[in-house]
Structure formats: structure tokens, C-alpha cells
């Protein structure tokens, strides 16, 4: 795949016809994501050009090429922009502690029996 992308193929094209881990599929698309997250990728990254592609390097089990689309400068997300982000991350923290006062409320008002299984 690295020579038929050097030779002006659509890595996008190339990316679906040899791509073989399916299970985290994004049509290869990956980003935008800070410097220092996703390990040897992401150094890779950082470390090229808008248009260029990476040789192959090994990543989580087996080997990767990537192709830098674009760089966004370095900002902070508007609230709006995190919104969704930050309820989700506070209703996954807290879900057990929801749960138990909707138990406790129910268990006030109706004869309730746990069954486990």
C-alpha cells in the first residue's frame, strides 16, 4: 500500500481496500487529536506535513500508514462544543449514585423484591 500511495493512489481508496482492522473502522479518518495522545500515531503525526505520508511503522499489533489531511491550531473548546462531552462524562461517573436514589425514592412509594441472576 505505501508504494501504490507514493505513486499518487488515493490513500483513501488504498485505505479501504487494505485496511484490515474492521472492528475500529472510521473509514480512516482519525482526528483532530493533541499532541502526546495516541501513542507512536501521534508522534508520527506531529511529525509531518499537510499531504505527506508516514512510512510503515508498527501500532497496536501491527503496522500503520497514515496521511497528515490537515493541521488545526491549538485551542480551547467553547462550552457548546464540549457540552455533550462533559454531561456524558458526569452521567457515567455518577449513574450508580442515580441509580440508588431512584431505588431508595421507589422503595418508599412500592413493595419492591431484587432478583439476581
Known amino acids: 500500500m505505501y508504494q501504490l500511495a507514493l505513486k499518487g493512489n488515493d490513500f483513501t481508496e488504498l485505505e479501504k481496500k487494505y485496511q484490515q482492522n474492521r472492528e475500529t473502522r472510521t473509514n480512516g479518518v482519525l482526528g483532530p487529536f493533541t499532541k502526546g495522545s495516541h501513542g507512536r500515531l ?51 461517573e455518577n449513574q450508580e449514585k442515580f441509580i440508588s436514589q431512584w431505588y431508595e425514592k421507589i422503595k418508599k412509594n412500592y413493595r419492591t423484591t431484587i432478583y439476581s441472576f
Not at 61 to 85: D, V
Open 42 to 92: 501521534g508522534e508520527s503525526a506531529f511529525k509531518m506535513a499537510v499531504g505527506e505520508i508516514s512510512q510503515p511503522f508498527k501500532y497496536r499489533g501491527g503496522y500503520s500508514i497514515i496521511q497528515l489531511l490537515s493541521i488545526e491550531p491549538e485551542r480551547k473548546k467553547t462550552f457548546a462544543e464540549a457540552r455533550e462531552e462533559l454531561k456524558y462524562g458526569y452521567l457515567d
